[in-house]
C-alpha cells in the first residue's frame, strides 16, 4: 500500500512527530511505501540545523533523516510555512537577501501542490498533528 | 479491507468538544483508535461514551505502556501494537485525525 | 489511471486563534488547482471564521475573508455548517460571508462517511 | 486596589475543562476578563455560567469589533478597552491566565 | 527592601503532550534559586504527569520524571494536587511519583487566593 | 506600577503576541513601566531574523523593536528556549560550531533567572499564552 503522511504539529509541543516516525517505520518494515512525508504548519520549525539537541535527548528530525537514508523517503517541508518562520534554503535565503539558510539537509523546500500530489498518488494519507 | 473510515484521536478527554465531534462524526462500522494522550480514554469507564455506536475502539501499546496505565486499560478496548495500528490503517478506507 | 478523489478539509477553530484555518484555505486552494474535488465543513467554533463584519486589521492580521470570498473563483463552491453550531453562536445562514449548505447534526456521519480523503486540521 | 484576582481568559467556551478550572478558581471578589476567542462567551447566554459568583465579567472591546460581535454581548459583560484592561490589572492584585 | 512573593505554578497538561510541564518546571528550579517560595498545583490532566511506572523512553522523550524527583533537593515540596482529579482517574496518592498535599476542589479558590503571583502554563 | 510580561505561544499559532503588544503600548501610555518582557516556550521562534513576512502581513517582532527603541523596553528570549528551537545569538552559534546566528537584533538572549527577578521586581507579572 502507498502511503502519504501530513506532519502539522511543533515538535517541541507535541508528540506527533514521534508518532508519525514510529508509524512510517513499521509501516516500511511491513512492506508498504511512501509517496511522500509532508510537514507542514509550526513542524517545520523542527528543520532547522541551527537548532541544539542536549546530549539526554534525542532529535527526531535527525532519526527522519536516517530512516530516509535507507529507503528513499521523499522528505517535503511545505515552502510557505518554512520561509514566514525563518527556515530557508540556500535559493530562498539568496532570493530574500537573508544572511544565512538554515534548513536541515535531507528536507526539501516545496509546495502545497506537493500535498495534492501525494492526495492523488497514494492510497492512504494520514495526518499527525496537535 | 472496509468502506469505513479509522478515526484517530490523540487529546485526554479533557477536551470534551472534539470527542463530541468525533462522536457526531462516527459511521456504522468506523473503528476508533486513541493514541497519545487519548490513550487515557481507554480507561475505565470513559470508553462508555462509544458504547452505543457499532465501533471497534483500539488504543495504542506504546502509548500506553510509556504512561504506565497498561493495568487500567478497559476490556472494550482491543490494545494493538506499532504494526498492528498501520494494518488498520490498510484495512479501513481512509483515516479522520481529531487533535 | 489515477481514479478522481473526493476531498473534504474540516476545520475547527475560531478566527485569529491559530494558523490551521488559513493553512486548510491554503490545502483547499492548492487542490483544487490539482482538479481535486474539495469540500469544506466549518464545525464548531470554525462556524465563527465564516461571521460577517470582521475587522482584522484591528489585530494587524490578515484577512481570511477575502481568500473565502475568492473560494468561488477557484470553482470551490461545496462549503457545509452543522446547524446546531450555527445555532450554538446565534447564527443564521444570513450572517455568514459564504453561501454554506447546513447540515443536521445526524446526518455529519453519513456526510463524512462519503469522502476519498479527509484533512482535519 | 483590591486583594483579588483577575482570572484572564482566552479560548472560547468549547474548551470547557479550561472553564470549569477557572471557575473553579474564582474567589468572591474576583474578576474575569475574556480577551481573544473567549469574547465569544461574553455573548448571550454563556455568561450564566459565570453567575452563581460574586465577580464582575469583562470582555475586551478589540477583540469584540475584530470579531463583529458587538451586537450581541451579553448586558451582564462591562466591555472595556485596551487601556481599560491595563487598568483592571492595576486594580486586581494578580492575575492569573487560562489558555 | 523587596517583600518576599510567593509564587504558585499551575500544571495542567498530561504527560508527553506539550512542553509546557516541563517549561513550568525550569521555572520552578529557576525562582527556587532566587529564594522565591514555590508551590506546584497539578490541576486536572496534569496529575496524569505524577504517575508512577511512566516509561518515557519508548517515546524517545526526555524523563520528567527526575526532575519531578529532584525537587526536594531544591527544597520545593509544596505540590498540591485535587481529590476529585486524582479520582477522575482513578488514581490515589499512593499512585504519584511525589508527595502531594491534597485539596477539596471546594477549597481551590482560597488556596490560589493566598498566592502573589500565578503562573499557569 | 511596574510590569512584566511572559509570552507562551507561537507566533504563527495565536494572537497572544499582539494582546501582549498592545497591552505594553497602552500600559507605557497611561505611564506604567516594564521590568522585563520575557520571551518563553515557542514564542521564541518569532525571534528569528530569517523570518520572510509577506508585504501584506504585520510582524509583531519588528513591532516590539520599535517600541522599544523609544521606550528603552528589556526584549528578553529565553536561552534554552531559543537554542532548542534553533534561534541563536552570536555568541550560542560560535560555542555550538553552527553556521549562523540568527537572533533578530534588539533581542537579548538570557536564562530562566531573568524571569525570576522580574517575579522579584515587579507589580504586577502577566502571562499572555496559548
Given amino acids: 500500500m502507498i ?121 492512504r494519507v494520514i495526518t499527525f498533528g496537535n | 479491507m472496509t468502506s469505513s473510515t479509522l478515526h484517530i484521536i490523540n487529546k485526554a478527554a479533557s477536551n470534551s468538544q472534539l470527542y463530541r465531534d468525533c462522536l457526531d462524526s462516527l459511521h456504522d462500522d468506523d473503528g476508533v483508535i486513541f493514541i497519545e494522550s487519548a490513550v487515557y480514554t481507554a480507561c475505565g469507564a470513559e470508553p462508555e461514551m462509544f458504547s452505543n455506536f457499532n465501533i471497534t475502539a483500539y488504543a495504542l501499546k506504546t502509548d500506553i505502556l510509556a504512561r504506565g496505565i497498561q493495568d487500567k486499560i478497559s476490556e472494550k478496548i482491543t490494545v494493538v501494537d506499532d504494526g498492528e495500528f498501520v494494518e488498520l490503517c490498510c484495512l479501513y478506507k481512509k483515516s479522520v485525525s481529531w487533535f | 489511471m489515477v481514479t478522481q478523489k473526493k476531498l473534504l478539509l474540516i476545520f475547527r477553530n475560531p ?69 446546531e453550531h450555527l445555532a450554538r453562536y446565534q447564527l443564521s445562514k444570513d450572517d455568514l460571508i459564504l453561501n454554506c449548505h447546513s447540515l443536521a447534526r445526524e446526518k455529519l456521519a453519513s456526510f463524512i462517511h462519503d469522502f476519498d480523503v479527509v484533512i482535519n486540521l
Fill in chain 1, 3 to 123: 502511503f502519504s503522511l501530513i506532519i502539522y504539529a511543533s515538535q517541541t509541543a507535541s508528540q506527533s512527530e514521534q508518532s508519525a516516525l514510529r508509524f512510517t517505520r513499521n509501516a516500511l518494515q511491513q512492506g508498504h511505501t511512501f509517496h511522500r512525508i509532508f510537514f507542514y504548519g509550526d513542524t517545520v520549525t523542527s528543520m532547522s540545523n541551527l537548532k541544539i539537541t542536549s546530549r539526554d535527548e534525542i532529535d527526531i528530525t535527525d532519526q527522519w533523516l536516517e530512516l530516509a537514508k535507507e529507503t528513499d523517503l521523499d522528505l517535503v517541508v511545505c515552502i510557505a510555512a518554512a520561509v514566514k518562520r525563518g527556515i530557508l534554503d540556500q535559493q530562498e535565503s539568496k532570493r530574500h537577501q537573508k544572511s544565512a539558510a538554515n534548513l536541515k539537509e535531507g528536507f526539501c523546500l516545496s509546495g502545497l501542490g506537493q500535498l495534492a500530489d501525494a492526495i492523488i498518488h497514494s492510497d
Fill in chain 3, 15 to 83: 478566527p485569529f486563534s491559530s494558523s490551521a484555518n488559513r493553512d486548510n484555505l491554503d490545502i483547499a486552494l492548492a487542490c483544487s488547482a490539482f482538479d481535486i474535488p474539495v469540500s469544506l465543513l466549518f464545525l464548531n467554533d470554525a462556524v465563527l471564521q465564516l461571521h460577517k463584519n470582521q475587522q482584522s486589521h484591528l489585530l494587524e492580521q490578515k484577512d481570511l475573508t477575502k481568500t473565502l470570498n475568492a473560494l468561488e473563483m477557484y470553482d470551490i463552491d461545496q462549503c457545509y455548517v452543522i446547524d
